[in-house]
Nanobody, 119 residues
Framework: QVQLAESGGGLVQPGGSLRLSCAASGSILVINSMGWYRQVPGKQRELVAV???????TYADSVKGRFTVSRDNAKNTVYLQMNSLKPEDTAVYSCYAVIRTISYAGPYWGQGTQVTVSS
């Protein structure tokens, strides 16, 4: 089994910063893509930032220049540094990873962490 454990969400004022972490654990052979999506109630889940196994990084236009995604492959962990946060960044942020185990290869999701940007 594979688990993704997220941490780092919370309440922050506009203009503030937060850092999210997501650690993958279990019977992992290979991790390909890792990254973050977010969802607001009543809207579709949207990509925030993803890093491929080869190092290519994709950001949503709305977060470019403010958010930075990074990975520590030795720790099977992905981070999302969020700066200059805006109220419209408020959402549930979910960790995403494409992982190969002995018996399965495919996407895994964390349970989500709430980020609220409000004064």
């Amino acid at each position: 089994q594979v688990q993704l454990a997220e941490s780092g969400g919370g309440l922050v004022q506009p203009g503030g910063s937060l850092r999210l972490s997501c650690a993958a654990s279990g019977s992992i052979l290979v991790i390909n893509s890792m990254g973050w999506y977010r969802q607001v109630p009543g809207k579709q889940r949207e990509l925030v930032a993803v890093t491929s196994g080869g190092g290519k990084i994709t950001y949503a236009d709305s977060v470019k220049g403010r958010f930075t995604v990074s990975r520590d492959n030795a720790k099977n962990t992905v981070y999302l540094q969020m700066n200059s946060l805006k109220p419209e960044d408020t959402a549930v942020y979910s960790c995403y990873a494409v992982i190969r185990t002995i018996s399965y290869a495919g996407p895994y999701w964390g349970q989500g962490t709430q980020v609220t940007v409000s004064s």
